[in-house]
């Protein structure tokens, strides 16, 4: 399973947008970039998922260069309730149904 | 409505005494993944089930064992607990098409004491 490196925390201020990266070099072929929010005492919740280029959708776009080793999270305009951590998952189906959770980051978003 | 659902959701148990914790999910899906968290760390992939094939990481210890009756239920067993094992226990659910997305539980907050 590829490995994920990203930033352990970051903060921002409510109405910025807010751009998380993850590192995932040895990511394969057939390995898709999925990212989950949590919640303090709450269960990750799916936000995107992309294979290459940009996905967007109504909360969040995710920017995957040529080479796919790396990915970057855009939160447009976060507001308070966006303070949470933010995993990065990298994998396949057929990497035997695994879903492994790297570091995360957790962001901070102030009045 | 909740789709995953873990019972429950505070569990306080005694140092050596077995203890388990339930996950059922209402959206038929094939996998089902059993994580525990500890405080401010990432969700740790404990095992998983692909239908009936159980898969255990291979650091997971012996202490912890997993039953998955049917399609909708899946429970987590430990057997003795020690004060280590206190964490969030999460279950997760994924369907069977590619690379579709995964369902968590609100999880069971497990106190060992």
């Known amino acids: 399973l590829a490995k994920t490196t990203q930033p352990i925390s970051m903060d921002s201020y409510e109405g910025q947008e807010v751009n998380i990266t993850c590192s995932h070099n040895n990511i394969a072929t057939n390995d898709y970039i999925t990212w989950y929010q949590q919640f303090p005492s709450q269960g990750p919740r799916f936000i995107i998922q992309?294979?290459?280029t940009k996905v967007t959708n109504e909360v969040a776009s995710l920017f995957i260069p040529a080479d796919r080793k790396s990915s970057t999270l855009s939160l447009p305009r976060v507001s308070l309730s966006d303070t949470a951590v933010y995993y990065c998952l990298v994998g396949g189906f057929n990497a035997g149904n695994m879903l492994t959770f790297g570091g995360g980051t957790r962001l901070m978003v102030k009045p | 409505d909740a789709m995953v659902i873990q019972n429950p959701r505070y569990q306080v148990t005694q140092f050596g005494k077995p203890v388990t914790l339930s996950c059922s999910q209402t959206?038929?899906?094939?996998?089902m993944y059993w994580y525990q968290q500890k405080s401010s760390q990432a969700p740790k992939l404990l095992f998983h089930y692909y239908d009936k094939d159980f898969n255990n990481e291979a650091d997971t210890p012996d202490n912890f064992q997993s039953r998955r009756p049917n399609t909708s239920f899946c429970f987590l067993d430990i057997r003795s607990p020690g004060l280590g094992d206190a964490a969030m226990y999460l279950c997760a659910t994924r369907g069977r098409m590619v690379n579709t997305e995964a369902f968590f539980g609100q999880g069971t907050r497990l106190t060992v004491v």
């Open positions: 992309g294979y290459k």
């Open positions: 959206l038929n899906h094939n996998v």
